[in-house]
């Protein structure tokens, strides 16, 4: 007797963490290609580059680090969001006030009013710290002060990139998956065009 072919496995969906890479590559390019990553791809960044970018990152962490504390209570502890704020290391880094540090906040901030949309804007945000290490030693070379930011989360940078993508697989759903990459895609749109802009 003849057997039945079972049908075809339908392929497994995408994890959470393949979609935003391979959905956010050319926006993660265009923040790529901005001046002070030139500089350094260049070998030759300045101190008034580096400046002027770390600015830049206060204007846009200040504000999307204000809303992650306004929903802390729905991420949880496991998430150890106290550790993740980083816009006061900025501030240690330029000498400024944290009462009033007189710097311009990005005026086209993504929407960050969601689980979903902070988890997106938050891949972009965690991801940014693994490339420190290595601005780090260009602006060494360079002969340009250390920057406590840059630094990002030190030895547990890694283990804090891990952990991020483990919570993220666990919390997305496919319910909430698309909104999580179209405000990662959205989150390096605004973040290129603060921070690239003349």
Known sequence: MPTVPHPPEAPAAPTILARLRAETRPYHDALEAGPFNEALRAGAPTTAGTVQFLERMFGFLEPYETALRQHEAE????????????AHLILEDLQRPAADPGLPLCPAMPLLHTLPQLLGAMYVLEGSTLGGQVITKQLEKAGIPQRRYFAGYGERTGPMWKAFGQLLTETATPATADEIVASAARTFQCLAAWINKP
């Not at 991420?75 to 980083?86: D, M, N």
């Open 75 to 86: 991420f949880g502890p496991a998430w150890e969001l106290p550790k993740r704020y980083r």
